[in-house]
C-alpha cells in the first residue's frame, strides 16, 4: 500500500469513502422511500412508474458500487509504482530511524540524486532486453532522482506519493489513490456507472418534482437536495468520463496530454551489433564498457577491463533518434489503442472483472505503432539480421491481466 506524501491528503483520502457512502444512502432513502413508496406508490399509485424506477436505480446503484470497490481495492492493493532503487531504500531506512526532531536531510543524510555510473547498475539490463526503449541524450535510460532507479518507459513520478508510477494518470482522492496502468480501466468504468447512477436519480427526482408540481401535493425540499447534488456529481464523473476516454482512444495520459503537442521522445533504436553512427544519430552498445583498472599509484589508469562471456553474447547496439514534436510511438489506432485498455470483449468495457491486458514481447514494454516504423525509415537506420528480427511479433496481451513472465521488479512495489 503507497500512502499520500501529506497528512492533509491522506486524511482527505480516507473520509471521501465515507462522503461518498453518505451521499449514495441519501439518494437511496429519497428515491426508495420518498419517491418510490411514499408518492408514487401510497399517493399517486403509479406502481408502474415505481418499479421503473426502482430497477433502474438499484441495477445502476450495484454497478457503481461494485466499479468503486474493485477500484479502490486495486488501488491500495497493486497501484501500479515501480520498485525503489537500492540508494532510496537505504534512505528510506534512515528516515525511519530517526527521531521526529532529527527528521530531516542534514540529519538523516542525503542519497546520491545522480544516475548510477555502474554498469551493472540494478535494472539496466532489463533495457537491453529490449528493441527500443525510451532514453537520454547519452543513451542510457531515463533516471528518477527520487527513487534511484531506472525509469521505465511511460512511468511517471508522482509527487504525491513520491514514487514512480507506470502510466500515471493522476492523483484522485475521491477514490482513495493514484490513478495509473492497473487501474485506469476501473476508473473508466466507475466515472462511466456513476454517470449513468446519477441520471436515474435526476431523472426520479425530476420525475416526482413534476407531479408535485402539477398536484396539490407540497414540493419535497429534500428532493430538491439530492436532485441538486446528483446534478453536480452526474456533471463531473460525465466529464471525467468524457476525458478519460479520449485519453484512451489516442493512448495518452493525463500526464502525457500536458506536453503531447511539444513532446519529443528519444528512443534508442536496436541496430546490427557493431553498427557506427550515421549522420543523424550516434550509436551506443550495450552492457556498458566497465570503467578501466587502476593500476600503481592512484590517479593511474589501466586497461579497460574486458566483457565477460555472458556480456559478449547479449551486447547489442542501439541508435539514437529523436521523433518530430507531438508524435506518439505508442498511438497505435483508435481500436487498438481502446482494446489495449480495455479489452477486446464488449462485457469487459463494462463489467469490473478483468483487468487491462498486459502487453509482452521483447521488442518494447509497451506496443508501438507507425512511428516507430517511420522512425527506422527517417533515420535511415539498418535492419536487424533475421534472427533478431524474428523476436518481433512475439508482443501479446494477456486478457486476464497478468502476464505469463512477470518482467523483474514490475510487480514487487507492493512489499516496498
Known amino acids: ?16 469513502p465515507f462522503f461518498l457512502a453518505g451521499c449514495a ?29 426502482l430497477a433502474l436505480y438499484f441495477a445502476f446503484f450495484l454497478l457503481t458500487f461494485a466499479t468503486y470497490l474493485r477500484l479502490f481495492i486495486v488501488i491500495q492493493t497493486d497501484p501500479g509504482v515501480t520498485p525503489l532503487g537500492p540508494k532510496a531504500l537505504e534512505q528510506k531506512e534512515k528516515v525511519k530511524s530517526c527521531s521526529r526532531r532529527q527528521r530531516d536531510l542534514e540529519a538523516c543524510g542525503r542519497y546520491e540524486a545522480r544516475p548510477d555510473d555502474n554498469p551493472d547498475s540494478p535494472g539496466l539490463e532489463l533495457f537491453y532486453t529490449k528493441n527500443v526503449f525510451v532514453c537520454e541524450t547519452d543513451g542510457r535510460p ?7 532507479n531506472w525509469k521505465l518507459d511511460r512511468v511517471h513520478h508522482c509527487s504525491e506519493i513520491e514514487r514512480c508510477v507506470r502510466k500515471m494518470d493522476h492523483y484522485c482522492p475521491w477514490v482513495g489513490g493514484i490513478v495509473a496502468e492497473t487501474s485506469f480501466k ?6 462511466f456507472h456513476t454517470t449513468l447512477y446519477c441520471s436515474i436519480v435526476i431523472a426520479a427526482c425530476a420525475f416526482a418534482l413534476q407531479a408535485q408540481v402539477r398536484g396539490s401535493a407540497g414540493i419535497d425540499g429534500v428532493v430538491i437536495g439530492v436532485l441538486a447534488v446528483a446534478c453536480v456529481f452526474g456533471i463531473f464523473t460525465f466529464t471525467m468520463t468524457a476525458t478519460s476516454v479520449r485519453s484512451i482512444l489516442v493512448n495518452l495520459t493525463t500526464v502525457d496530454h500536458l506536453k503531447a503537442k511539444s513532446a519529443v521522445h528519444q528512443l534508442a533504436v536496436r541496430v546490427p551489433l557493431g553498427t557506427p553512427p550515421g549522420p543523424k544519430y550516434n550509436v551506443i552498445t550495450y552492457p556498458l564498457p566497465k570503467p578501466p583498472a587502476t593500476a600503481g599509484a592512484p590517479g593511474a589508469r589501466g586497461s579497460a577491463e ?10 547489442r547496439t542501439y541508435a539514437i533518434v529523436r521523433t518530430e514534436k507531438g508524435e506518439n510511438p505508442w498511438d497505435l489506432g483508435v481500436w487498438r489503442n481502446w482494446t489495449s485498455v480495455m479489452g477486446r470483449r464488449p462485457w469487459d468495457w463494462f463489467l469490473p472483472i478483468r483487468a487491462s491486458p498486459r502487453y509482452e514481447s521483447t521488442e518494447s514494454f509497451y506496443e ?13 537506420l539498418p535492419a536487424l539480421d533475421d534472427d533478431a528480427a524474428g523476436e518481433k511479433g512475439g508482443g501479446r496481451r494477456d486478457q486476464g491481466g497478468r502476464g505469463r513472465e512477470e518482467e523483474p521488479g514490475s510487480n514487487g512495489e507492493k512489499n516496498q
Open 142 to 148: 531515463r533516471w528518477c532522482s527520487s527513487c534511484c
Open 25 to 53: 444512502g441519501l439518494a437511496t432513502y429519497t428515491v426508495v422511500k420518498r419517491i418510490c413508496v411514499d408518492f408514487l406508490i401510497a399517493t399517486r399509485h403509479q406502481h408502474g412508474a415505481a418499479a421503473a424506477f
Open 1 to 16: 500500500m503507497v500512502s499520500a506524501r501529506t497528512p492533509e491528503t491522506r486524511w482527505v483520502t480516507r473520509c471521501i
Open 186 to 191: 476501473f476508473f473508466v468504468q466507475f466515472t
Open 368 to 380: 508501438m505503432g507507425p512511428v516507430y516504423k517511420k522512425l527506422r525509415a527517417r533515420f535511415g
Open 306 to 315: 574486458p566483457l565477460s562471456a555472458r556480456d559478449q553474447l547479449a551486447s
